[in-house]
């Protein structure tokens, strides 16, 4: 399967600050999506991005598909912001996870 | 719209014991899969479906069957459990091949 590594593993920010979350992956693909998991272990879809830049609110993504990765811009941090973030990869219908950037926002 | 829906939330069951969860969904999606979630790891697929009558194994497929006799569910049976069977599990759907995945809200299993 597609080797996904994200980056940091770990955020500790501060309520208003801003962060990128970046995503790299081994090999081409068709689907690509950035997930929140919150504290209650619930998986919410933040963006279907296989290429070109989406934003939606504080939040805005971009994925380099010639170049195999996707970044996550976190704007103006709130502390409901906090939980695990994952990138998701596929080609093949065998999606890949990476290990997840887990995102602590202190008010 | 209930999307995708998984039960049961919870499960306790001891080592050798069987059972399956049960994962539906309403938005005609042709793939379905599971998934599990261990401590401070990502998600691995399990098995997958693209279609009624068609499924196959993901990275974890041991231990694990599935089958899909409609487009509407995909069941996951455990037919012995074991303790490193413990995790949370997720059912995702989407479209086709391509496409916004939908997540369910998880199962968490225990065996002991």
């Known amino acids: 399967g597609i080797q996904v590594e994200q980056s940091p593993p770990d955020l500790i920010l501060q309520e208003g600050a801003n962060s990128t979350l970046r995503c790299n992956f081994s090999?081409?693909?068709?689907?690509l999506q950035w997930f929140h998991q919150n504290p209650w272990g619930q998986l919410i879809n933040l963006f279907y991005i296989p290429s070109g830049t989406k934003q939606n609110g504080r939040l805005s993504a971009t994925t380099v598909a010639t170049e195999r990765y996707s970044l996550l811009y976190i704007s103006s941090s709130q502390t409901t912001d906090s939980g695990v973030y994952f990138c998701?990869?596929?080609?093949?219908?065998?999606?890949?996870f990476g290990a997840g950037t887990t995102v602590t926002v202190r008010a | 719209n209930a999307g995708v829906t998984q039960t049961p939330k919870f499960q306790v069951l001891k080592t050798g014991q069987s059972m399956t969860l049960q994962c539906a969904q309403d938005?005609?999606?042709?793939?379905m899969s599971w998934y599990r979630q261990d401590p401070g790891m990502g998600l691995r697929l399990i098995h997958y479906?693209?279609?009624?009558?068609?499924?196959d194994q993901g990275e974890v497929p041991n231990g694990y069957n599935v089958s899909r006799s409609t487009t509407e569910d995909f069941p996951l049976r455990l037919l012995s459990a074991a303790p490193s069977q413990t995790s949370v599990y997720f059912c995702?759907?989407?479209?086709?091949?391509?496409?916004?995945?939908?997540f369910g809200e998880g199962s968490r299993l225990t065996v002991l």
């Open positions: 090999d081409s693909v068709n689907n």
């Open positions: 995702a759907s989407r479209v086709s091949n391509t496409g916004e995945l939908f």
């Open positions: 998701a990869v596929d080609n093949d219908y065998k999606l890949s």
């Open positions: 938005m005609n999606h042709e793939y």
């Open positions: 479906s693209v279609g009624a009558g068609i499924t």
